[in-house]
């Protein structure tokens, strides 16, 4: 059974954690989809040095883990551990970003470029106004999918003192030296986050699919 006293008297301490999760989280979020878009951008320009940059950015933060980026801006330049852990989450999650938004845009007919640019607007405008809406509708579920994930790997903050729900729980189990009902209350705290995020999406989803 569940000792409830573990999350009663600790409430505070796990709702102060659970607020910066949720900053951190949208923090990343908001900027990983940013960058992730524009990365996108690069990797289908038709600018050999940009298709290069979004490359290699893509395939070097793909394969090396998210621990080792958020040491990277912890031990390495000094960010504090908050700062650390959203700048980590954000140029991880962006690359797998990138990819779902350059396999949108893939997905366009290219008859649409090509008429954009005959009526004279320039590639950044075809872009921005015509493509990628477009392309993010498309790949609407595993953005989702990209930004649940963002969300779980925000208990990285937690190896940092990034004062998040992991790093508070941690206090919490030294403290009263119990670790399975600590933990399980984390759970709980996550899963109040991911599960309205993937009903979101899911909703949205629908809307789109009946818009079309």
Known sequence: MLDFTILTENFDIYLEG???????????????FLLGTLIAVFRIAPFKPLNWLGTVYVEFIRNIPLLVIVFFFFFGLRFSGPVA???????????FIAEAIRAGILSVPKGQMEAARSSGLTYG???????????????????????INLVKNSSILGVVAGL????HADLISSRTYVT??????????YLSLTIPLSLGVGYMEKRLAKSN
């Open 18 to 32: 659970y607020k910066t999760t949720i900053i951190a989280s949208l923090i990343a979020l908001v900027a990983s």
């Open 85 to 95: 852990g959203a700048t980590g989450l954000t140029i991880y999650t962006a690359a």
């Open 125 to 147: 405008q075809t872009m921005r106004l015509i493509i990628l809406p477009q392309a993010i509708k498309i790949v609407i579920p595993p953005l989702g999918n990209q930004f």
């Open 164 to 167: 998040d729900l992991m790093y």
């Open 180 to 189: 399975f009902d600590v933990y399980i209350f984390v759970a709980l705290f």
